[in-house]
């Protein structure tokens, strides 16, 4: 078959899935659309992608509603079509000038773009008067996020009423709490403690409400709420503690431990301190020694100096330090198990920050730590100090090489803010930016091996192979460094199946 009639034959294939697309689809519900799709999102060739948004453009001029436009735009995004993302959203705008994609355009464009806060005063304002809240009665939570923005920006410039009033605004009794502990925080730390915590119990009060609704009650608001309990509960109680009202501390804090076990580590600290205030120094020091087996070492002079008291010297504690981080590398040993893997890591070739290019072919014989990330997740960050000191600890190790890839960046001018934030922090970082789309599929590395959410990381070992994969993050430095040395040595080691 000639090179002529393949490519006829490939321009009829397309048309002809284009124009199925279109007709299987183009009568679903919006919210429906996108699951329909996402077989072809995630796993699409680049025709099948291309096809898609062809068929999704065509049909633009159809549509009855601003949903319909959203529910594109979501696909086109997806997709990775900007360009078409953008022509969707200008009709859309146009069609609807006083629609919510306009709106967010402006909280986007005007509103977080505003310097100051009383600039972003005359936007929300502005926001209000083009856009009423009664007229999206069903987005409260879009206004709320403005909301506790502009609450926190004059928290931040010290006008502690202004802040308090917008909070007031709020609307989202299961989200409010992520404006108020903010500004409560900040405040704090600024000395006004009696605007503080008032903000801080309400965020606390607001959580504990929702954590304790019968099982049956509680959706996916109730469920996000609830998770808020232990920061919200640790950010007021310490201000009890600071205070010496340690028994109150303490009553709040072990009705939360009832309701909610789970959130116990969240709460260590805080516990500890009441317990220490209230004299039950041998429930403090379980305490500890839970933190400090789980790789909280900034507790060691704690520990240490009640160890001393409780059992009249310091004799003994040596041994006693040394069970304990044995205790933590078995842990961490049995549970690296379960990240365990074994398949040939996708190749690539990225540029770094430098505009060289970095290729895992030319690290064949070393251990390679991939860690995806983005500037805009805070659970990446998070994580950062911790990935930091792990790097630091192999420093002179050459068969060790840690790769941060950015991916998933949002603003256009994405290289700019990642040069930014990482000369900021003073990163020692090699970072890669992840965003050379393969020409068959469209995809980014992060697809390629089969990140769904980040921070994601992958251990590789001097062959090429994937040897471990883990998601999420912990601030804890000293136990990410530990981590880290578990999966690179274990790396170094011959597969055994």
């Not at 959203?70 to 609807?96: F, M």
Request: charged share 25%; with cysteine; proline share 4%.
């Amino acid at each position: 078959m000639n090179l002529k009639i393949i490519k006829m034959k490939t321009h009829i294939l397309t048309a002809a899935f284009a124009f199925s697309l279109t007709a299987a689809f183009a009568q679903q519900p919006a919210k429906n659309k996108y699951q329909q799709y996402l077989p072809i999102i995630e796993k699409g060739t680049l025709v099948q992608k291309d096809s898609l948004a062809n068929a999704l453009m065509g049909e633009l001029k159809t549509y009855k509603s601003e949903e319909d436009y959203r529910t594109t735009i979501n696909v086109l995004r997806s997709l990775g079509k900007e360009d078409l993302q953008v022509s969707a959203e200008t009709l859309a705008k146009k069609k609807y000038p006083k629609g919510s994609l306009t709106r967010d355009a402006f909280i986007t464009d005007v509103y977080y773009n505003a310097s100051t806060p009383v600039q972003k005063e005359k936007a929300y304002n502005e926001l209000l008067k083009k856009w009423p809240v009664k007229n999206f009665s069903e987005e409260p939570l879009t206004y709320d996020y403005v909301l506790a923005n502009l609450a926190q920006s004059f928290a931040n410039d010290g006008n502690a009423q202004k802040a308090v009033h917008y909070l007031g605004e709020m609307k989202e009794r299961f989200w409010r709490g992520n404006g108020y502990i903010p500004v409560g925080q900040i405040l704090l730390s600024a000395g006004d403690t009696t605007t503080a915590a008032p903000l801080l119990k309400t965020a606390m009060d607001d959580s504990y409400y929702y954590l304790t609704l019968p099982e049956d009650q509680k959706d996916n608001k109730a469920r996000f709420a609830a998770m808020g309990y232990a920061s919200s509960m640790s950010a007021y109680v310490n201000i009890l503690v600071a205070q010496k009202k340690y028994a109150e501390a303490l009553n709040y804090i072990e009705n939360a431990l009832k309701a909610a076990p789970e959130q116990a580590d969240g709460l260590a600290m805080v516990y500890y301190k009441s317990l220490m205030g209230t004299g039950r120094k041998l429930e403090a020091y379980n305490i500890l020694t839970k933190l400090y087996a789980k790789g909280q070492f900034a507790v060691e002079n704690d520990l240490k100096k009640l160890y001393t008291e409780l059992n009249g010297s310091i004799q003994g504690y040596e041994n006693f330090n040394a069970s304990l981080k044995t205790e933590l590398t078995q842990n961490i040993r049995n549970h690296i198990k379960e990240m365990a893997t074994f398949k040939p890591a996708p190749n690539f070739e990225l540029l770094n920050l430098k505009g060289e290019k970095v290729s895992l072919a030319s690290l064949k014989g070393k251990v390679v730590v991939l860690d995806f990330w983005a500037t805009w997740c805070q659970p990446c960050v998070r994580s950062f100090p911790g990935m930091k000191a792990a790097q630091e600890s192999y420093a002179n190790d050459k068969d060790v090489q840690f790769l941060f890839m950015n991916t998933w960046e949002r603003d256009k001018n994405y290289k700019e803010n990642v040069v930014s934030f990482i000369t900021k922090n003073n990163y020692p970082f090699e970072v890669l930016y992840d965003d050379q789309k393969d020409p068959q599929t469209g995809e980014v590395m992060a697809a390629k091996f089969g990140v769904k959410g980040i921070p994601a990381k992958f251990i590789i070992d001097k062959e090429g192979n994937i040897r471990y994969f883990l998601t999420g993050s912990t601030p804890n430095v000293d136990y990410i460094k530990l981590e880290m040395k578990e999966l690179i040595e274990a790396a170094k080691k011959p597969y055994k199946g």
